[in-house]
């Protein structure tokens, strides 16, 4: 990656685009923390079952899909910027959705915007990131990643504050929606404008058309796949794990999603560092073969706190992989960018769905604990292809050195 080498005055807004940018991250990861912890009380309030609520999440889930995939054409044509904002704005809107339903069927509807929304937030942030970091000419994506987890952590603090207040859902989610509008109104006139990242001697790409059947783009999805599969499988069944392998109380196995989620936040915060030492290739190589040592200690463990570690060295070694996932997908030289990651968060993304749905069947058949194997093949997979990260050559420029870039403001 290479600097642009912009003047003083760009220099400074590009400070300022990625203060956004960690705004517009931040905020994302506390509207899905602060819908989360409310899931319980809205279960409650529109009566409906476990069973029912499953449902209903899987239509969010296909709502997020659908704005993914629509994202990326949307995002080369109108551009990141305008893209994120309306998008942001949307999930804020759509965040007192859920408090204002009143059964299943006015559910569904309010998930299935609300997911849509964060779909396309997902891709279009996601694509301003990558323009940053190449405008910066380092690594400065997982930092992104870090804010996100960051603001999770103010949701998910802030909602039991408002639950142990005693707040009604429609108080807390409508509070919630406003910090949304004021931070991503506060923030969009910062952001990059969309650019198109030529070489000077490249061929012009078609907008949609080169990229669909990208080898390249498939490995990336099927390692974010991969990825995402072991990070849901975290998310959804550590604290389980724990409970049932080694007999603890709640609060204690607990502490297991607690731990990944510390050092998965840690990790991010430093991921960035090590990649531009070492190498995207090295963090995801590195990475994932660190995450599947954490697995195998927690497979192997009996005692509480060496299980604990080992969930805290799963969540360092992934903490880095995805960001170098999405960067990579940004910047190939094939197909529109948009489009291109669009495909790759949306891969990613059925790993997250599909990862906890495949451990919870084959708890059918063996215990949870054996089932890590599943997550334990798919990061080493991921290591062997982690090569599919390196950055393309740039082509030969006979009419300018190497070193020179040019950016196409399309928005």
């Known amino acids: 990656m290479r600097p642009t080498n912009p003047t003083i005055t760009d220099r400074r807004h590009l400070r300022r685009a990625r203060a956004a940018i960690f705004g517009i991250f931040a905020v994302n990861g506390f509207l899905l923390a602060a819908w989360v912890v409310h899931i319980p009380s809205i279960s409650d309030r529109t009566g409906i079952s476990h069973a029912t609520l499953g449902w209903l999440l899987l239509v969010l889930a296909g709502g997020a899909l659908v704005g993914m995939q629509l994202a990326g054409p949307l995002a080369d044509r109108w551009g990141s910027r305008r893209l994120t904002v309306a998008a942001g704005l949307l999930i804020s809107v759509a965040m007192i959705g ?46 992104f990643h870090a804010f996100f987890s960051v603001g999770g952590v103010v949701g998910s603090l802030l909602g039991a504050a408002t639950l142990a207040a005693g707040w009604p859902p429609l108080t807390a989610l409508t509070a919630a929606a406003a910090i949304g509008l004021v931070t991503v109104a506060g923030c969009g006139p910062a952001l990059l404008p969309h650019v198109v990242h030529e070489h000077p001697d490249a061929p012009a790409r078609p907008a949609a058309a080169t990229g669909r059947g990208s080898r390249r783009v498939l490995t990336l999805g099927a390692v974010a796949f991969a990825l995402f599969l072991a ?36 990790g991010r915060f430093t991921a960035d560092r090590v990649s531009a030492a070492f190498g995207a290739v090295a963090v995801v190589r590195y990475g994932t073969l660190v995450a599947a040592a954490g697995l195998a200690v927690i497979i192997g463990s009996g005692w509480v706190w060496l299980t604990l570690g080992g969930w805290a060295l799963f969540g360092l070694g992934l903490s880095g992989c995805i960001p170098q996932i999405f960067t990579a997908a940004g910047n190939l030289s094939e197909g529109a960018a948009g489009v291109n990651m669009s495909r790759v968060v949306g891969m990613g993304y059925v790993g997250l769905l599909a990862g906890p ?14 089932t890590l194997l599943v997550p334990l093949v798919f990061v080493l997979l991921a290591s062997r292809f982690a090569g599919v990260v390196r950055p393309a050559p740039a082509p030969p420029s006979p009419a300018a050195p190497p070193s020179n870039e040019r950016f196409r403001s399309v928005d």
């Open 98 to 143: 859920p408090a204002l339903a009143a059964d299943a069927v006015g559910l569904a509807a309010a998930l299935a915007l609300f997911g849509f929304g964060n779909g396309a937030l997902d891709v279009s942030m996601n694509s301003q990131a990558v323009h940053a970091e190449r405008a910066y000419g380092r690594p400065i994506m997982s930092a």
């Open 231 to 266: 990070e849901g499988a975290a998310n959804d069944w550590s604290t389980l794990q724990v409970k049932e392998h080694l007999g603890t109380s709640d609060a204690t196995a607990a502490l297991a999603f607690g731990a990944f989620a510390l050092m998965m936040t840690v």
């Open 357 to 370: 749905a495949l451990l919870g069947w084959l708890t059918t058949l063996m215990p949870l604990t054996a």
